[in-house]
């Protein structure tokens, strides 16, 4: 069973910086894609970075210039750098690990920027 253990979440204020981490129990690079995804009370989850097994990355419109989603292959951890944080990004972040139609999830951190 894959397990995906995030840290790193916590309060911050508005323009400030956070890094997440993602550790897997796994090689990560026995996976097609790791990302972020987060979900905002109220609101569906969503997609916020991934990077695939080759190293190519893709971000969403709202986090694009301000996130930056790297990896450790040697610690099999995932990082979601995150600065000039804003109100609207709060929410619970999920690590996701996806190979072929399978999808394992961590059990998300919460981030929390007040304005």
């Known amino acids: 069973q894959v397990q995906l253990v995030e840290s790193g979440g916590g309060l911050v204020q508005a323009g400030g910086s956070l890094r997440l981490s993602c550790a897997a129990s796994?090689?990560?690079?026995?996976?097609?894609?790791m990302g972020w995804y987060r979900q905002a009370p109220g609101k569906q989850r969503e997609l916020v970075a991934f990077?695939?097994?080759?190293?190519?990355?893709n971000y969403a419109d709202s986090v694009k210039g301000r996130f930056s989603i790297s990896r450790d292959n040697a610690k099999n951890t995932v990082y979601l750098q995150m600065n000039s944080l804003k109100p609207e990004d709060t929410a619970v972040y999920y690590c996701?690990?996806?190979?072929?139609?399978?999808?394992?999830w961590g059990q998300g951190t919460q981030v929390t920027v007040s304005s």
């Open positions: 996701n690990a996806q190979f072929m139609t399978r999808y394992y």
């Open positions: 796994e090689n990560i690079l026995s996976f097609n894609t």
């Open positions: 990077i695939t097994k080759s190293g190519s990355t």
